[in-house]
């Protein structure tokens, strides 16, 4: 099949598209997630539920026990965020090979979308309620992610669930610490291995390119520690048209394991002898338990 056979066939990239963003995306697998293949459209609401406490009742002989809510109240998450990313490849660019086209296209557009959705869940870090956790040096993350684990037991988050999520500077740091290198002490020796902490006092650790970065002159990289339960996401299908209608065929493709779905349109413009192409994504983040989160707020060093 040459490559411009297989341009007109959307389905594969679309396909090769929504691997790619499976694969890039790191903070969807470490919050509360609703994510369905559901058709939805921009705007409409879902309903999740946060995760309240429960507490253990002395049995009284005469009026007995009260049950209590076993799944927690229901938080209203909006699917405010359709996002979109388009560009319009000429015939002599539809004619390169599928591997070209992915690495000149498609993986630009995925990418796009990652930082998109990274970002928006990186940002709900000014919802947690505790006090931002100051690191003014390299060999302060020992103390601070000691700190932050104090914290999340004092809050009582279980000790599954928690992560640590750092941008790419502060996991380089933390990756060259005696403390976090030496394998009786972290646990892992994936530090000394691939520059990767693996777990950070009770924390597994991840790298994110969605980590903020704020201020001027003194620019604030605000690391996030957290539960699972502190923050929501949820995604939902988009509707495709009935696979072709005019010269526009559109898809929507859904990953079978995390239900995460991408939508893929395609048109040709005869007058420009050019496709217009789209990848879109729908989605919407929302904090659920304020308190269960702490920033790890950085700079210099």
Same mark, same amino acid.
């Given at each position: 099949m040459t490559a411009q056979a297989t341009m007109n066939t959307p389905t594969l990239l679309a396909r090769i598209a *929504? +691997?790619?963003?499976?694969?890039?995306?790191?903070?969807?697998? *470490?919050v509360r997630t609703d994510i369905s293949d559901l058709l939805a459209s921009y705007g409409e609401t879902v309903q999740m539920r946060r995760r309240d406490p429960m507490t253990a009742q002395t049995v009284d002989p005469d009026t007995g026990w009260s049950t209590q809510a076993l799944s927690g109240? *229901? %938080?209203?998450?909006? *699917?405010?965020?359709?996002?979109?990313?388009?560009?319009? &490849?000429?015939d002599r660019d539809n004619a390169k090979s599928i591997a070209n086209l992915v690495e000149d296209n498609v993986d630009p557009a995925v990418q796009a979308i990652v930082e998109d959705v990274e970002g928006s869940i990186?940002?709900?870090?000014?919802?947690?309620?505790?006090?931002p956790l100051t690191v003014g040096s390299a060999g302060a993350w020992e103390t601070q992610a000691a700190a932050a684990q104090i914290y999340l037991n004092?809050?009582?988050? &279980?000790?599954v669930g928690r992560s640590a999520v750092f941008c790419s500077?502060?996991?380089?740091?933390?990756?060259?610490?005696?403390?976090?290198?030496?394998?009786s002490k972290s646990g892992s020796n994936t530090a000394l291995r691939e520059g990767i902490v693996g777990r950070v006092k009770g924390f597994n650790s991840y790298r994110s390119s969605g980590i903020k970065k704020v201020?001027?002159?003194?620019?604030?990289r605000y690391n996030m520690f957290f539960h699972k339960a502190a923050i929501g996401m949820v995604a939902r299908t988009l509707s495709p048209a009935?696979?072709?209608?005019?010269? %526009?065929?559109?898809?929507?493709?859904? +990953?079978p394991q995390t239900k995460l779905s991408l939508r893929w349109t395609q048109s040709y413009t005869h007058n420009r002898f050019a496709s217009l192409v789209s990848l879109d994504f729908l989605y919407g983040v929302k904090t659920l338990m304020a308190d269960l989160g702490i920033v790890g707020k950085a700079s210099g060093f």
């Amino acid at each position: 099949m040459t490559a411009q056979a297989t341009m007109n066939t959307p389905t594969l990239l679309a396909r090769i598209a *929504l +691997d790619l963003l499976v694969g890039a995306l790191v903070l969807p697998g *470490l919050v509360r997630t609703d994510i369905s293949d559901l058709l939805a459209s921009y705007g409409e609401t879902v309903q999740m539920r946060r995760r309240d406490p429960m507490t253990a009742q002395t049995v009284d002989p005469d009026t007995g026990w009260s049950t209590q809510a076993l799944s927690g109240s *229901l %938080v209203n998450v909006s *699917l405010d965020k359709h996002k979109v990313v388009g560009w319009q &490849p000429t015939d002599r660019d539809n004619a390169k090979s599928i591997a070209n086209l992915v690495e000149d296209n498609v993986d630009p557009a995925v990418q796009a979308i990652v930082e998109d959705v990274e970002g928006s869940i990186a940002g709900l870090h000014s919802d947690f309620t505790a006090t931002p956790l100051t690191v003014g040096s390299a060999g302060a993350w020992e103390t601070q992610a000691a700190a932050a684990q104090i914290y999340l037991n004092n809050a009582k988050a &279980p000790d599954v669930g928690r992560s640590a999520v750092f941008c790419s500077e502060d996991m380089g740091a933390i990756a060259k610490l005696s403390s976090f290198q030496d394998l009786s002490k972290s646990g892992s020796n994936t530090a000394l291995r691939e520059g990767i902490v693996g777990r950070v006092k009770g924390f597994n650790s991840y790298r994110s390119s969605g980590i903020k970065k704020v201020g001027s002159p003194t620019l604030y990289r605000y690391n996030m520690f957290f539960h699972k339960a502190a923050i929501g996401m949820v995604a939902r299908t988009l509707s495709p048209a009935a696979g072709q209608s005019g010269n %526009v065929t559109q898809t929507t493709l859904t +990953d079978p394991q995390t239900k995460l779905s991408l939508r893929w349109t395609q048109s040709y413009t005869h007058n420009r002898f050019a496709s217009l192409v789209s990848l879109d994504f729908l989605y919407g983040v929302k904090t659920l338990m304020a308190d269960l989160g702490i920033v790890g707020k950085a700079s210099g060093f």
